[in-house]
């Protein structure tokens, strides 16, 4: 099976400016995530989606980040505007369902805020 | 607080010698565990799970964990390593009252020839 896709794979801004990451879950894989990692440091769960619905943004900066899952399928994580503690390796994730189902991560996006 | 520790930041392990990765949890209800490695600039892999039954769980590349409910612990073990076992490796533990995927801060395992 296709893996989880995700673009750019990394990405340079400068503060303040804005950035969008894209991804494309395996089909069929109801949940969908988002994951901040700082090096050294394990994931953090930003957002978690059901099917198109939202189940967790408890640790979304709302006043920065957006996330959206159109349809159900893929997905976008926006950063509006970025600070420089935005860099970080942002991970999507899907799994088919919420339960004892493994995540499968694709690549993942490097950002860099300069 | 639910959490996971992983209490070492890095293990060494001559090549052909078994290693082990540890991993304790703190969730509430009966806990899902989970391994996850990552190589250099990819995203998270899973290696296996734990979810009841048998406490030794076999997965991925060789790797086992075992789960000791008293001491709250899933540690990741493999008979002999191999320098391409050299990677971060990540526990989580996903609470099966709530469904909240905690995950630990990952250890370095370095694996030398």
């Known amino acids: 099976e296709a893996g989880v896709a995700q673009s750019p794979r990394y990405k340079i801004i400068e503060k303040r400016q804005s950035v969008a990451f894209w991804c494309n879950p395996i089909s069929g894989h109801a949940t969908l995530y988002w994951y901040q990692q700082i090096l050294g440091q394990g994931p953090k769960l930003l957002i978690q989606?059901?099917?198109?619905?939202?189940?967790?943004d408890s640790q979304l900066p709302k006043d920065r980040f957006s996330a959206e899952r159109l349809k159900g399928v893929d997905s976008t994580l926006k950063i509006q505007p970025a600070k420089l503690e935005d860099s970080a390796v942002y991970l999507c994730?899907?799994?088919?369902?919420?339960?004892?189902?493994?995540?499968?991560f694709g690549n993942g996006t490097r950002l860099t805020v300069t | 607080a639910q959490s996971v520790a992983q209490p070492e930041d890095q293990v060494n392990v001559a090549e052909g010698n078994p290693l082990t990765v540890k991993c304790t949890y703190s969730?509430?209800?009966?806990?899902?565990l989970f391994w996850y490695v990552q190589y250099p600039n990819r995203g998270l892999q899973f290696l296996l799970k734990y979810i009841t039954g048998d406490n030794l769980v076999k997965g991925s590349y060789g790797f086992e964990a075992e789960f000791n409910k008293s001491q709250t612990s899933f540690h990741l073990k493999k008979p002999s390593a191999l320098v391409s076992d050299s990677a971060l490796y990540f526990c989580a533990a996903l609470s099966s009252s709530n469904y909240q995927l905690i995950w630990g801060a990952g250890t370095k395992l370095i694996i030398k020839p």
């Open positions: 989606f059901q099917n198109n619905g939202v189940v967790d």
């Open positions: 994730a899907s799994s088919l369902d919420t339960g004892d189902s493994p995540l499968h």
């Open positions: 969730v509430s209800g009966n806990p899902y």
